[in-house]
């Protein structure tokens, strides 16, 4: 090791992917958009859909809206780093701003269901994926009614989905249980701040 007081101990790393998925309405974006405002060099990844916008909700922001027929050219030149049928419309990670993070060492959150979970660690193994969980299904039920975005029959399937997703969850990294929401954003932070101070991580592992 170096005596000169000089060497600087700053190591350049990869980008890292941090995969969130939750059952519908567990909270997962508004614990996202608190991990945003607690770490601010972290970025989402904004997917691609073929549903129409919420109220609210802005293209290039929360997505890029598309028509199916754009989705589906995309997803035929590979464009995607995974792509899933969710809730009735396509949706699909860009796959050249992830693998541009990754190698300008950015860290990005994705902000995925179950099925693309499973194809992104199978590419990028590195990845750390996250579950969340609500405390109970009466509460994400309650959760899901009191956000007012959607209809009856709507969150009738998603409360459906939601039990069938939460099976996934052994296949995660960690699992969070979103009860208080302080709580929850204490822990994703802990976790992620610990993987960006993973040895393995870093490009250059000696002190000269
Ligand atoms: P998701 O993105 O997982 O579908 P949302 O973030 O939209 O879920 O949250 C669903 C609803 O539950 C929203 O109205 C949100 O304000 C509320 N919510 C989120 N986390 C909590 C929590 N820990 N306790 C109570 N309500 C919560
Ligand atoms: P929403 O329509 O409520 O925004 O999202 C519905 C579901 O699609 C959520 O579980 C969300 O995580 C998932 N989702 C959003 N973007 C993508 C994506 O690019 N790929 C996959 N596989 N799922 C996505």
Redesign the pocket.
């Known amino acids: 090791m170096s005596d000169d007081p000089d060497t600087d101990f700053t190591f350049a790393r990869q980008g890292i992917l941090f995969i969130i998925s939750?059952?519908?309405?567990?909270?997962?974006?508004?614990?996202?958009?608190r991990l945003f405002q607690a770490i601010p060099d972290l970025r989402p990844s904004i997917s691609y859909t073929t549903r129409a916008p919420r109220v609210g909700e802005v293209d290039g922001r929360d997505y890029h809206f598309v028509s199916e027929d754009h989705f589906v050219r995309m997803r035929d030149a590979e464009a995607f780093a995974e792509w899933a049928y969710v809730h009735d419309f396509y949706y699909g990670t860009p796959r050249a701003p992830v693998d541009e993070a990754i190698a300008e060492g950015r860290d990005l959150l994705l902000?995925i269901d179950v099925q693309g979970a499973k194809q992104l660690k199978g590419i990028y193994p590195e990845a750390v994926s996250l579950f969340?969980l609500?405390?109970s299904w009466q509460?994400l039920e309650?959760?899901?009614r009191?956000?007012?975005?959607d209809s009856e029959a709507v969150i009738t399937r998603?409360l459906h989905r939601a039990r069938e997703e939460a099976h996934a969850f052994p296949m995660y990294d960690y699992w969070i249980v979103?009860?208080?929401?302080d709580?929850?954003v204490s822990l994703l932070h802990a976790i992620l701040i610990a993987e960006r101070a993973r040895v393995a991580r870093l490009r250059t592992r000696s002190i000269a």
């Open positions: 939750a059952p519908s309405g567990a909270g997962k974006t508004t614990l996202a958009s902000d969340v609500p405390p509460a309650q959760r899901l009191g956000r007012g975005t998603r979103n009860d208080d929401i709580r929850a």
